[in-house]
């Protein structure tokens, strides 16, 4: 932990050491890059920074916390409403950054927590901790009185009631170590049972330095601390493996931040200056100002230090935002260079619109968390013009940065680019954008890759995103199935349609063939009748002759004849048209001409027709085809068949009989 005071001016030296050189010329410290409220950081004002797992920056200043994704600045105001308390921590602000996407900030006494995923501040209801850590290998402390307890595992680790306030919470290798305002340090095992108690310094010494404490982790494996007291400060190591405190540095002033680098060297930002510490050989540098790229010199103003993964410097400062500088910055342009990048998702765009988190979209949210912690995302069909922008933590030469990318959309092959691809889908500050535009519907991926060195792509970091456009309804499988479902009704309306027609057809047919026998019955009683009364002249003809029909019933008949005639060429001259024309209805039709007739009016009119038929063929001028069609019958098979009922032989054999 540490401590900012928040006194009127504050005297700061300088001191940044490009790896493994101890020191760094007057001529190199023009090599700075200033990151302000000009380039969108809420305030010039920074209080503390953290680089997270995919390489971006959180800086805290004295009004939000801002995100810095090697672009822009995203920016969330501190909700002081949002708070938790932790009576146990004295001190400024501390960060740490969980599993879980979530940023916690420790500053005096209060303890926030920010969803990076949504940029919104959450509050635990419940809590009741006194204070609160967070390891290098992500587990989650919570200290309850003189207990610490592991909020995942539960296990508890009973510190020693004499050892005074808990101020660092370090894991390393199969022990934690507990590092207190006494100056002590209890070491567990994972079981939970203390390992040993060592001392830093003599008792005498303990209130001079018991208000704030930092402990970080070297490269060497030892822990180093720089407390803050009364008396001044301290910088001391504590070695694992051989159990013993050495003291590299004391001072009437305030030591501020402590950062280890990868090659044995620390830096530390004191209220007299800024040093730089060689590990391995204790020797010390402390420089006085720091030459800006516009000329002006900085002599204050020095509150934080960060080192990056990739060996870049961060300088935080209080009233001039961030300086950062890299050990490759005095590299001639024209040489590669060779850091690890991560591409970092910066910008979504839907039809040239950057979408936003929560925002409605036709009814639909699309963005529930930032771009760089969105996986997959789904629009509707019409949403299909989309475009993604990546960048990287690369501020040393960012136009060396080389990206490669598939997609599944297009060939699914990598494809290699940069800024001075023919393309120009990387820009001069190393921006990767990628448009994808009238995308069809479906399930599609993209992979991005890069790196500062294009003939290295092993090991990079692939960042990848699934995304979904949704077929429109009618595409869907629903609506298929609602086609088929329609179709198979519509082919078993036309079936059921068809059989009734056939069933109808069927039940006239044997009706017309009944009548027709009738009728020749008919015909031979009636010539039987004759022969009986020319054979026997005493025979009464009263008693054997039909009565005679009415004029009326002739009138009827004839009037019925006729109408069938006048149509007789009109296929769809039915039964319910005749009734029409006669003014009554089918069934009194289908009565009166059975009476009358001994056949109902389907018969009726299929006779005329074929007697019709019959005196066409006598004429012998046309085929039987087109008599079929003059008659008014639908195909000429039909015709055929009918007219071997009515007759007893086929058209063509009509004229022999």
Known sequence: MFRVWNKATVAILLLVVLFPVHHMAAEKSNNYYALNSQNGMSSNCVLQMLQLNDGRMVVVTDKAVDVYDGLRFSSVAIDTTQWVGVP??????????????????????RLYCLNLRTMQWLKERNWTAAD???????ETWLLHGRQLVNSASQHVLHLPTEAGNLQDVVSHSDSVYTFFSTGQ????????????????????????????????????????QVRTGNGGSVLQSFSPKTHQWHQLLTSATWMHTLTPTPTGMLYLTTSDGYLSINTSTGEKHSYRELHLPDGTTLTTGINTVWIDREGGIWLGTYNNGLLYTSPLSGIFDTQPIDIQVAPILTTIYLH??????????????????????????????????????????????????????????????????SADSA??????????????????????????????NPSHWEGATVRRITFTIRPPWWQTPLSYLLYVCVAIAAIAATFRLYQRRLQRKQREDMLLLRIHNLVEQV??????????????????????????????????????????EQHITDPTYNVERLAADLCMERTGLYKRLTNLMQQPPVAFIRSIRLHRAA??????????????????????????????????????????K
């Open 88 to 109: 146990g921590y004295i001190g400024a602000t501390h960060l740490f950054a969980d599993a879980q996407d979530r940023l916690w900030m420790k500053q005096w006494g």
């Open 132 to 138: 609160f850590f967070i390891t290098s290998d992500g």
């Open 185 to 224: 340090l209890a070491v567990y095992l994972k079981n939970g049972h203390m390992a040993y108690l060592s001392e830093a310094y003599d008792e005498h010494l303990r209130d001079k330095y018991a208000n704030t404490s930092l402990v970080v982790h070297g490269a060497d494996g030892c822990f180093y």
């Open 352 to 417: 040239g619109q950057p979408l936003q988190v929560g925002h409605d979209y036709d009814g639909h949210i699309l963005l529930k968390v930032t771009p760089p912690y969105t996986q997959h995302l789904t629009f509707s069909h019409d949403q299909n013009s989309l475009a993604f922008r990546f960048s990287t933590m690369n501020y040393v030469r960012p136009r060396s940065t080389c990206y490669r990318y598939r997609f599944s959309g297009d060939t699914g092959q990598w494809h290699t680019l």
């Open 423 to 452: 393309s120009h889908l990387v820009d001069d500050k190393g921006v990767f954008y990628l448009p994808l535009v009238s995308l069809s519907p479906g399930d599609y991926t993209l992979e991005v890759m890069a790196t500062t």
């Open 523 to 564: 015909n031979q009683y009636e010539q039987t009748e004759a022969v009986v009364v020319l054979n026997d002249p005493d025979s009464s003809a009263s008693t054997i002759s039909k009565p005679e029909p009415t004029a009326q019933e002739k009138e009827f008949m004839a009037r019925a004849t006729q109408l069938v």
């Open 615 to 656: 005196a066409m063929l006598q004429r012998g001028d046309m085929s039987v085809t087109e008599i079929a069609e003059h008659t008014g019958f639908c195909s000429t098979s039909y015709f055929s068949k009918c007219f071997q009922k009515e007759f007893g032989c086929k058209p063509s054999e009509y004229l022999d």
